[in-house]
T-cell receptor, first 114, second 110 residues
């Protein structure tokens, strides 16, 4: 059974650019959630996808968007990057029908915005 | 606004001692309270969790104590080991959203 894998592990962007982060969910999991973890802070919920539809969203602006694919993998897109977007972005998958319970997290993608 | 308040921010414990981390919340709609353990360079991993109809849950050396009336819950790590050194997050769940505390960095000294 494979866990949650995320790519890339590290990346550097400049302010105003766009970024796409990718996530492969754990085998058998059909729900993907994305979290932003600033340095020294707890993860903050960005949004969740279930059956390729957004299924809940935290307090993040529309320039944070996502996709879920038929194989349950997911992308997080961030447009017009700001310095405060620098953080560890965590993807988590869960089963069977969504919800925040029993999340399995990936190791994250560390984004630095200069 | 921090939905889940966690303390202390850091904790140093001698090997064999008891580590205690406390969390408090206000939202009575929360229905699931997990604790996550995070090592450097890794994502958080579920350690133990409790639902509000239970006052205590124990798994090995880890125990959650839950006080519904006070809206507080805590993690106790018995016989703390150097391998327990990590950052611990409490969390509370409502629907599809999991709210995390700010984390406690635990260091267990050999």
């Amino acid at each position: 059974e494979t866990g949650v894998t995320q790519s890339p592990t590290h990346l550097i962007k400049t302010r105003g650019q766009q970024v796409t982060l990718r996530c492969s969910s754990q085998s058998g999991h059909n729900t993907v959630s994305w979290y932003q973890q600033a340095l020294g802070q707890g993860p903050q919920f960005i949004f969740q996808y279930y059956r390729e539809e957004e299924n809940g969203r935290g307090n993040f602006p529309p320039r944070f968007s996502g996709l879920q694919f038929p194989n349950y993998s997911s992308e997080l897109n961030v447009n017009a990057l700001e310095l405060d977007d620098s953080a560890l972005y965590l993807c988590a998958s869960s089963f069977p029908s969504g919800g925040a319970n029993v999340l399995t997290f990936g190791a994250g993608s560390r984004l630095t915005v200069l | 606004q921090q939905q889940v308040k966690q303390s202390p921010q850091s904790l140093i414990v001698q090997k064999g001692g008891i580590s205690i981390i406390n969390c408090a919340y206000e939202n009575t709609a929360f229905d699931y309270f997990p604790w996550y353990q995070q090592f450097p360079g890794k994502g958080p991993a579920l350690l133990i969790a409790i639902r509000p109809d239970v006052s205590e849950k124990k798994e090995g050396r880890f125990t959650i104590s839950f006080n519904k009336s006070a809206k507080q819950f805590s993690l106790h790590i018995m016989d703390s080991q150097p391998g327990d050194s990590a950052t611990y997050f409490c969390a509370a769940s409502e629907a599809n959203n999991l709210f995390f505390g700010t984390g406690t960095r635990l260091t267990v000294i050999p």
